[in-house]
């Protein structure tokens, strides 16, 4: 491989750094892309060949895809406060939606920060105000809405802080979407998805307006990809492309019933695209475990610094050099309420899912209640029309216990708890989950929240029953 040609901006920012920060002066800079409700396999190099992801498939092309990358929750603001603290949701302080992160949390941010580096965020926030200083800049978005000066992606200013970058230091640069978030839009993309080439999961109704729905989704998809490419382009402008590791997750599955607030892998699965041009194989592949908690000590060693003792993941940069190495041979996540109450947790290894519901008398009702999909639903589940599959919003009460093989099954959908043939199998992974919440402080909460929506409905309950203002993440 030739030498890599450093730009003299490189060039100064190292002299700079070598005398005052020594080791860093050889650390990459650092880009974290953070999708909006993405689905693990609603994009091209996850074998979605209904969606244009062209930059994305540049990533996984020039960089490594991770096939077993799992986040800690499936809920918008807790999943970002585990990524920043490397700590499950119920240990930052923030497990439930809009909760935001308390100033006593450390984060890998201003450790890179107190190194030397440049630290800038654009796009969506959602951690709340305690965590704004950990940053040089925040440029945070307004909202889920297009206004005048936004088109809705929350994007807008990734560009505009990564010109901002002083030039003699190297910069870490937190961007993060808020597409595909909903609500959606027509005329997202100058030309938009098809509602016949979507790929329906089986526990979705394969309906017109669900494929109508699909496809405004993959819209959104396609408009984040178009912004990944816009950062690859200015960092090779600025003649730093090259020293530049780039990180590609989501906060969460897709907007769908059965994926956002749910522990199945649609719900907690997230893309893990890394480039990182001279340090990791082009076209390689990961199937090791990583969890989202995984991140921050990750950072942190590429940029030659030490993890902080509150982290609870583990550094997979190793796994960057040689994939088929383990880091971890299980991640667990929880669900916490967003909108309606709720308590999950899961345990995951490489072939068992096991799942412990600790209030199965609630329904699963999706967070994303108000959208065609499922109203389309909700329509013909009156009508007893749904099958097995897609009656998981809708069964009450609810199994306690969940244990999937999902190599044979992957979408989830044969529960093994009650069979007798994985009854070790149940027991183990029962056991294993018992003592990570122990070991984690895991406690349900008491007494249990009030939800914000009507479950039948989907109306706004008055804020007297609700004891705090309703929001939507």
Not at 233 to 243: F, H, S, T
Not at 375 to 387: I, Y
Request: aromatic share 8%; with cysteine.
């Amino acid at each position: 491989m030739k030498p890599l040609l450093l730009s003299l901006s490189v060039l100064s920012a190292a002299s700079w750094l070598h005398a005052e920060h020594g080791p860093i002066a050889s650390c990459p800079n650092i880009v974290l892309i953070i999708a909006d409700d993405l689905g693990a396999e609603d994009s091209g190099p996850y074998g979605c060949k209904g969606v244009r992801t062209p930059n994305l498939d540049r990533m996984a092309r020039e960089g490594m895809k991770f096939t077993r990358a799992f986040n800690t929750c499936s809920s918008c603001s807790p999943s970002r406060s585990s990524i920043i603290t490397g700590r499950y949701p119920h240990n930052t302080g923030a497990e439930m939606l809009h909760m935001p992160l308390p100033n006593d949390q450390v984060t890998f941010v201003e450790k890179l920060k107190a190194a030397g580096y440049w630290t800038a965020q654009a796009g969506k926030w959602h951690l709340g105000p305690a965590a704004r200083n950990r940053f040089d800049v925040v440029h945070a978005a307004a909202g889920a809405r297009p206004t005048a000066t936004d088109d809705g992606s929350g994007c807008v200013d990734w560009i505009s802080t990564l010109q901002e970058r002083p030039k003699d230091k190297p910069f870490f640069m937190w961007l993060a979407s808020i597409d595909p978030h909903r609500p959606y839009f027509d005329g997202t993309l100058d030309v938009p998805h098809r509602p016949e080439e979507t790929e329906v999961p089986p526990f979705l109704l394969d309906a017109p307006p669900t494929r109508a729905d699909l496809a405004k989704y993959y819209d959104e998809i396609g408009r984040l990809d178009i912004y990944v490419g816009k950062v690859l382009a200015e960092l090779e402008r600025q003649g730093v492309l090259d020293q530049t590791a780039v990180f590609f997750i989501t906060d969460n599955g897709r907007p769908f019933p059965r994926c956002k607030t749910s522990v199945y892998d649609s719900g907690i699965q997230s893309p893990l695209l890394v480039r990182w041009p001279g340090k990791i194989q082009p076209g390689s592949q990961c199937g090791s475990l990583v969890s989202s908690i995984d991140l921050a000590p990750t950072i942190l060693e590429l940029a030659g610094l030490d993890p902080s003792p509150t982290f609870q993941g583990k550094s997979f940069r190793r796994l960057l050099s040689d994939p088929s190495a383990t880091i971890r041979d299980r991640v667990f996540a929880e669900h916490n309420w967003h909108d309606f109450a709720a308590c999950e947790r899961s345990v995951r290894t490489t072939r068992f899912k096991y799942i412990r519901n600790f209030w199965p008398d609630l329904p699963g009702t999706p967070a994303e209640f108000d959208n065609p999909t499922f109203a389309e639903m909700r329509r013909l589940h009156a009508e007893g029309k749904l099958n097995e599959a897609q009656m998981n919003c809708f069964v009450q009460p609810r199994p306690a216990e969940e244990l999937y093989d999902v190599e044979k099954d992957p979408q989830e959908l044969v529960n093994l708890a009650g069979d007798a043939r994985y009854a070790d199998t149940l027991k183990n992974l029962r056991s294993q989950l018992d003592e990570w919440r122990k070991e984690t402080a895991d406690a349900v909460p008491s007494p249990r929240p009030a939800d914000s929506f009507d479950r039948e409905t989907g109306k706004l309950l008055p804020r007297a029953v609700l004891g705090r203002a309703p929001k939507r993440s």
